[in-house]
């Protein structure tokens, strides 16, 4: 009907049709069609129409992998937000985490023995007074960010008999052997267990936590993508992440956590303040006094307590002190000596020849010409 429909049309109307569509695909074959060969719209169209067909599966195949990729970005987002944080022990330190996961995404609990229920409501956590509510909520991890000295009595006082059983366990204490040992022997079989140090602080991480080391040791994982979405926290903020036993960690933290502390409180002792001749190195003493002083004086007891390199590090701190006086004053006494006793030959005393030197007096007798000596 079709063919029979376009043979009624007048040889006029055919005319009018035609003409310019051959018109223009002739000028559109000699100027810019690279194939000139081919004549006629009917030699082009098709092409023109397989090319398009092919832009709309390559857009089809460029749109599903971009909705792919946006598809696992969002489910990566709502793993994240999953993960329930309980932080016990809800001081300075505390804090100072919660504000990461919490801007992360992740839901943050709350529990300590002071009332911090307003930072807590700041931060968009949820601080809970009683630990039975706490555990109540089973979070997936349950953070200890306690002193070290009150670690063991915090985690004692908590139900763990209303957490789920497979709970993942995590500190943040700056000693390692003390909370593994710790948390080994009071935590049921089936809790997992991640021993962690980030190695810096509100004053430390003003400008961020890229570049900063945090130590970690997964003690016992039976969960491990629970404990690996808690350590991707801080691989996303750009920690420096480095994955180490715990008694490697203590020995190391005697000379670079310990070592650092004792040299600036002894340094706070001498009540340092700033000069109008300060050197850069003065002013980097004078920053360290600060970074260490604003911890509490219980974290540096703890670190001298629960790390049995601290003892050897404080001797061996003192020996090097004493060595360095010494060096001084050795050379101070040989300047004196100098003055005292490098004087030209005319000053000597005669010299004693055949004296009877039994005694200290004798001596003093001779050197002062005495010759009845």
């Keep these: 009907m079709a063919n029979s429909a376009r043979l009624r049309l007048p040889p006029s109307s055919r005319g009018r049709l035609l003409a310019p569509i051959n018109t223009q695909s002739r ?36 749109s599903s992998s971009f909705r792919g990729v946006v598809e696992e970005e969002e489910e990566e987002k709502e793993h994240r937000q999953r993960l329930r944080i309980a932080i016990v022990g809800f001081g300075n330190y505390g804090q100072f985490l919660a504000r990461t996961f919490a801007r992360q995404g992740h839901t943050v609990l709350a529990h300590s023995r002071s009332d911090h229920s307003a930072a807590a409501s700041s931060i968009g956590a949820t601080f809970f ?18 002193s070290i000295l009150s670690a063991e009595d915090v985690l004692l006082s908590l139900p763990l008999h209303r957490l789920r059983r497979d709970t993942l366990f995590a500190d943040v204490l700056s000693v390692k052997e003390f909370p593994k040992k710790l948390l080994l022997d009071h935590l049921p079989r ?59 960690h203590d020995e190391h933290a005697a000379e670079t956590q310990f070592l650092t502390h004792t040299v600036g409180r002894m340094l706070a002792m001498m009540e340092l303040k700033e000069t109008p001749i300060s050197t850069k190195g003065y002013e980097t003493l004078l920053r360290l006094v600060d970074n260490t002083c604003s911890d509490s004086f219980d974290l540096y007891n703890g670190l ?39 004087f030209d030959g005319s000053s000597l005393p005669d010299p004693i020849v055949d004296a009877d030197l039994d005694t200290e007096d004798d001596v003093r007798a001779a050197l002062d010409g005495d010759e009845s000596a």
């Design 129 to 146: 007074p009683d630990p039975r509510d706490l555990c109540e909520c089973h979070p997936d991890v349950v953070l200890l960010a306690t």
């Design 27 to 62: 000028t559109v074959t000699a100027s810019k069609c690279p194939w000139r060969l081919l004549p006629g719209v009917a030699a082009i169209l098709p092409r023109r129409l397989r090319a398009t067909d092919a832009a709309r599966q390559l857009d089809h195949i460029e």
């Design 190 to 248: 089936d809790f997992d267990i991640v021993c962690t140090h980030p190695m810096f602080g509100p004053e430390s991480a003003r400008d961020g936590w890229a570049g900063l080391p945090f130590v970690f040791d997964k003690v016992r994982v039976g969960n491990c993508a629970r404990a690996q979405a808690f350590l991707d926290i801080f691989a996303r903020e750009g920690c420096r992440m480095v994955e180490m036993p715990c008694a490697e």
């Design 304 to 342: 001298f307590m629960y790390n049995k390199n601290a003892t050897e590090l404080l001797n061996r701190l003192e020996w090097a002190m004493d060595s360095v006086k010494r060096k001084l004053f050795d050379g101070l006494h040989d300047v004196l000596r100098k003055q005292l006793f490098d």
